[in-house]
């Protein structure tokens, strides 16, 4: 705290802890916070729930988890084996009576045995009870051999590696013409950062540089996991008012596109789609 007197300053001095929320938080900058002096504690909740679920305390804490659930509450994963990335259920006097004047939502939402179905994708350590938050079901991906694969797992991977360059990153599957699952990853470059990086003598073109970070994610994951064929573009993906991506929405007209302009997927790998796409808004750097 000492060494860092000047950044606790900035924070208003007596500054030594933190709760996030509303989204993961990476794992880097938790990191950075705690090695500063600065506990960052995340918790978990939604609407439904009132809305706190999980959280880190000052007892247990686990970085890039959730902690444990709060007193009173139930937490449940529904997957195959213990351990397993799975749905999140929750039980407890904390969960709602239903959705307003919508029994079917409310049916749909909370099972017969009580447990709410958050739509979170989520596992708990065996050994600390924590929770970690892995993804959304709705963005699950399931492979022709029956794996699972979290997109959001992977853009994790592919922001935090390549942070020097990458402003966002969307993960998600499309069949080729032969009828094959191909994971495919869209990156949205930063033009600014690139071109700090070329003023300072690397030179590397831009496909060099995305495909060294895919070669580097790839080599961190299960190979049934590895990112099969990427583009890369400069215009920022379509957001929600809190900005975040809207992933269904984002894919749809990417594929609309894609379609309307007789291209397959193999065509553009590799390559700024910003190119192709050109009345949607074009990247000034290429």
Same mark, same amino acid.
């Given at each position: 705290?000492?060494?860092?007197?000047?950044?606790?300053?900035?924070?208003?001095?007596?500054?030594?802890?933190?709760?996030?929320?509303?989204?993961?938080?990476?794992?880097?900058?938790? !990191?950075?916070?705690?090695?500063?002096?600065?506990?960052?504690?995340?918790?978990?909740?939604?609407?439904?729930?009132?809305?706190?679920?999980?959280?880190?305390?000052?007892?247990?804490?686990?970085?890039?988890?959730?902690?444990?659930?709060?007193?009173?509450?139930?937490?449940?994963?529904?997957?195959?084996?213990?351990?397993?990335?799975?749905?999140? $259920?929750?039980?407890?006097?904390?969960?709602?009576?239903?959705?307003?004047?919508?029994?079917?939502?409310?049916?749909?939402?909370?099972?017969?045995?009580?447990?709410?179905?958050?739509?979170?994708?989520?596992?708990?350590?065996?050994?600390?009870?924590?929770?970690?938050? !892995?993804?959304?079901?709705?963005?699950?991906?399931?492979?022709?051999?029956?794996?699972?694969?979290?997109?959001?797992?992977?853009?994790?991977?592919? !922001?935090? !590696?390549?942070?020097?360059?990458?402003?966002?990153?969307?993960?998600?599957?499309?069949?080729?013409?032969?009828?094959?699952?191909? $994971?495919?990853?869209?990156?949205?470059?930063?033009?600014?950062?690139?071109?700090?990086?070329?003023?300072?003598?690397?030179?590397?073109?831009?496909?060099?540089?995305?495909?060294?970070?895919?070669?580097?994610?790839?080599?961190?994951?299960?190979?049934?996991?590895?990112?099969?064929?990427?583009?890369?573009?400069?215009?920022?993906?379509?957001?929600?008012?809190? $900005?975040?991506?809207?992933?269904?929405?984002?894919?749809?007209?990417?594929?609309?596109?894609?379609?309307?302009?007789?291209?397959?997927?193999?065509?553009?790998?590799?390559?700024?789609?910003?190119?192709?796409?050109?009345?949607?808004?074009?990247?000034?750097?290429?």
């Amino acid at each position: 705290r000492k060494i860092f007197a000047s950044v606790h300053e900035a924070f208003g001095g007596e500054f030594s802890m933190a709760i996030a929320g509303a989204a993961p938080m990476s794992l880097e900058i938790i !990191n950075f916070f705690e090695n500063i002096g600065v506990r960052i504690m995340q918790g978990y909740g939604l609407t439904e729930t009132s809305p706190v679920v999980a959280g880190c305390n000052t007892e247990l804490f686990v970085a890039g988890t959730v902690g444990v659930a709060m007193p009173g509450v139930e937490v449940a994963i529904e997957n195959e084996a213990p351990g397993e990335t799975g749905e999140i $259920l929750i039980r407890g006097d904390l969960l709602m009576n239903g959705y307003y004047r919508d029994p079917e939502a409310t049916a749909e939402a909370i099972d017969k045995d009580g447990w709410f179905h958050s739509g979170d994708l989520g596992a708990i350590d065996e050994k600390t009870g924590c929770l970690a938050i !892995n993804g959304r079901i709705k963005s699950l991906i399931v492979l022709e051999s029956g794996k699972k694969v979290v997109p959001e797992e992977l853009e994790l991977l592919i !922001n935090q !590696n390549g942070q020097t360059f990458v402003k966002d990153s969307l993960v998600f599957s499309q069949t080729d013409e032969q009828g094959k699952v191909v $994971l495919a990853a869209k990156l949205v470059l930063d033009k600014d950062s690139l071109e700090s990086i070329i003023s300072a003598g690397d030179n590397r073109s831009i496909q060099e540089r995305v495909d060294e970070l895919i070669k580097t994610v790839n080599g961190m994951i299960p190979s049934f996991k590895r990112i099969n064929t990427y583009f890369f573009s400069f215009q920022d993906m379509i957001r929600t008012t809190t $900005l975040k991506v809207k992933r269904a929405a984002e894919i749809e007209v990417f594929l609309h596109e894609l379609q309307k302009r007789g291209l397959l997927l193999k065509e553009i790998a590799g390559k700024n789609i910003d190119d192709y796409f050109a009345d949607l808004g074009t990247g000034e750097l290429v």
